[in-house]
């Protein structure tokens, strides 16, 4: 048996699939009996009670008046020096490259001149790369920190080659999809729950994230308002950002604000999901598509945009549908489809679920700890 880590996991605490998986990421680490520290500056949103060989080191900013932004960058270098000394980290893993995977090689570099070594893997999560990162404010340090990594992955074949298509890098990029743990995400039929959304004869369907422009929450509405004209339905959107302030008043205008619940950001999404007969997420750009794979999880169909990762994770016509990005018309079409015909639907369902078996978290762990392994040796 190898030796067990002390790993070093950098992440954006926020409610984000970068987080999330960061989040899960450790924990199961950490079950596995690897001690695992978490370095940020909230308590990520998935870690939220006491776990054994769990750490948490929060990371405070500096206050003081000539800061118009507090460089909290560098606390959490300084943080990260810190905790590897003290804590003898053996790998550093940051999630999501801006500003981490820079903050990891000045780590790194500093830690070096203390004759300490921390080689650190930085995983790649989508908008690092596609929407930020490609961006000329960040694009230099981006690809020299990718380049200095001692380890890439990227959780999509698509992320990937967009990385190639976008970045000069010479590092082999690995990629490690995104898992589920099933001792979370496990159907638990509630049906108390279910009717405080929808009556037994309504349809739920659901759409999780966090309302920035880029999932187009706009085209959920849109293919909800079509599907709601032919079925009787309900829409539950859970998340929070920008744009929900717009699509409240997009279902008021559009008249159907009625069948429609905003829940804000929630903590229990396996619950929630486990009560939805359909998951839509027409996202304009998504490496992977977390959301979906954790819908599937609880056996429920996904109709998404055939862009990115999602190709990758639904099984066309199996497990849902990968349609045009904003073509709400397909979508709705695809959704009535599943929706109207209850055999059709359980096999969707049972698809749903077998597909998402194949990205259990035990199968995925291995890749990771390998990579740490790897680069404990390099
Ligand atoms: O969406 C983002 O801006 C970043 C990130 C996040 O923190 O939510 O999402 C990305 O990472 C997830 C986890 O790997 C993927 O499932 C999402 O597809 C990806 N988002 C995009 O590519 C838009």
Not at 110 to 135: C, E, M, Y
Not at 243 to 269: A, H, T, Y
Not at 365 to 374: A, I, R, V, W
Request: proline fraction near 5%.
């Amino acid at each position: 048996m190898r030796d067990l880590l002390n790993i070093g996991i950098v992440c954006y605490p926020t409610y984000g699939g970068s987080g999330v998986v960061a989040t899960e990421l450790g924990m199961a680490l950490a079950r596995k009996g690897h001690k695992v520290h978490f370095i940020s500056y909230r308590r990520p949103a998935r870690l939220g009670h006491f776990l054994p060989n769990v750490f948490y080191h929060e990371v405070a900013p500096f206050e003081y008046p000539l800061f118009d932004f507090k460089p909290i960058d560098t606390a959490l270098a300084s943080k990260i020096v810190d905790v590897a000394m003290y804590e003898n980290l053996d790998v550093l893993h940051v999630h999501y490259a801006i500003p981490h995977a820079t903050i990891g090689y000045l780590a790194r570099e500093i830690l070096r001149s203390k004759n300490k070594s921390l080689p650190f893997v930085t995983t790649l999560h989508g908008t690092d790369i596609t929407l930020v990162g490609a961006d000329r404010s960040f694009f230099p340090v981006v690809e020299f920190s990718i380049n200095q990594s001692n380890a890439v992955t990227a959780v999509s074949q698509a992320l990937k080659q967009q990385t190639h298509d976008t970045f000069d890098v010479q590092k082999e990029i690995k990629v490690i999809p995104n898992f589920i743990d099933f001792d979370r995400f496990t159907k638990k039929p509630n049906p108390e729950l279910r009717l405080k959304f929808a009556t037994e004869n309504e349809k739920i369907l659901m759409h999780v994230s966090n309302f920035r422009k880029v999932k187009r929450v706009e085209d959920v509405l849109g293919v909800f308002k079509l599907v709601n004209q032919k079925l009787p339905s309900k829409l539950v959107l859970i998340g929070d950002g920008p744009e929900r302030p717009r699509m409240e008043m997009l279902s008021r205008e559009w008249g159907i604000s009625q069948e429609v619940c905003f829940l804000g950001k929630q903590d229990n999404v396996e619950e929630l999901l486990a009560i939805s007969d359909l998951f839509v997420l027409p996202s304009e750009h998504e490496s992977f598509g977390l959301a979906a794979l954790e819908a599937m999880a609880c056996e429920v169909p996904v109709i998404a945009s055939n862009i990115g990762g999602l190709t990758e994770v639904i099984l066309q016509g199996k497990t849902g549908y990968a349609c045009q990005v904003a073509d709400i018309n397909d979508m709705s079409d695809k959704a009535l489809y599943i929706l109207s015909d209850s055999i059709r639907h359980s096999e969707f369902r049972l698809a749903a679920y077998n597909r998402a078996k194949e990205f259990d978290i035990h199968q995925i762990l291995p890749m990771y700890e390998n990579t740490y392994y790897d680069c404990k040796e390099f």
